[in-house]
């Protein structure tokens, strides 16, 4: 079955104390992307990446990092937490670089961060 | 990247035909348009995409019309279980997708 596959589903974590919430796709997907979603505010993406070690900064990426050494997995890193960075996380992948693509959304990451 | 502007929120009962406009008003020749559905702590699902005139599939149709600037997200006989937000994204060929806040449909019974 094709899936975007994030871990942990949920999360609390202390301020200051590093984590990875990871991303897996089985699609053979170019394109992955992550989005924090806050009341109110819609989707926002954190990072992109258009292919193995190409990635790049979307509208709120200060805080976090991200890495795509292999094409399926697309860890999103926050290196130092703050509270701020409490949300709703989504991981999405998509073909990518064709007409007409469609993305696919991992079940979400809700982070509490306190 | 194109910018896209929706209703904050509609309302609807059920069995109505649900039309959501959205502005696009700097579309570029290369630019689909797409539109996803979210449910409450759910990820985003692909509802319908086009380019131009009009498409159709088992949930939604989508009509463009002929200057782009705009397109139209329609719901045919809505129900309960379609009370979500609705999301349009106006995509260039290398495909980032940036989402706008959405329209936050309700129907009502």
């Known amino acids: 079955e094709a899936q975007v596959t994030q871990n942990p589903r949920y999360l609390i974590t202390v301020t200051g104390k590093k984590l990875t919430v990871t991303c897996s796709q089985n699609?053979?997907?170019?394109?992955m992307s992550w989005y924090r979603q806050d009341p109110g505010l819609g989707l926002r993406q954190i990072y992109y990446?258009?292919?193995?070690?190409?990635?790049d900064k979307g509208d709120v990426p200060e805080g976090y990092k991200v890495s795509r050494k292999e094409k399926r997995n697309f860890p999103l890193i926050l290196e130092s937490p703050s509270p701020n960075q409490t949300s709703l996380y989504f991981c999405?992948?998509?073909?990518?670089?064709?007409?007409?693509?469609?993305?696919?959304f991992g079940q979400g990451t809700r982070l509490t961060v306190v | 990247l194109a910018k896209t502007t929706q209703p904050i929120s509609m309302d609807s009962y059920e069995g109505q035909e649900v039309n959501i406009t959205c502005s696009h008003n700097?579309?570029?020749?290369?630019?689909?348009i797409t539109w996803y559905q979210q449910f409450p702590s759910q990820g985003p699902r692909f509802i319908i995409q086009?380019?131009?005139t009009k498409v159709t599939n088992e949930v939604a149709s989508l009509f463009i019309p002929a200057d782009r600037k705009s397109s139209t997200l329609s719901l045919p006989r809505v129900s309960l279980s379609d009370t979500a937000v609705y999301y349009c994204?106006?995509?260039?060929?290398?495909?980032?997708?940036?989402f706008g806040a959405g329209t936050r449909l309700t129907v009502k019974p």
């Open positions: 999405a992948s998509s073909p990518g670089n064709r007409w007409g693509t469609e993305a696919f």
């Open positions: 699609m053979n997907h170019e394109y």
């Open positions: 990446s258009m292919n193995v070690e190409v990635t």
């Open positions: 700097n579309i570029a020749t290369n630019d689909y």
């Open positions: 086009g380019y131009k």
């Open positions: 994204l106006v995509g260039d060929f290398n495909n980032d997708m940036r």
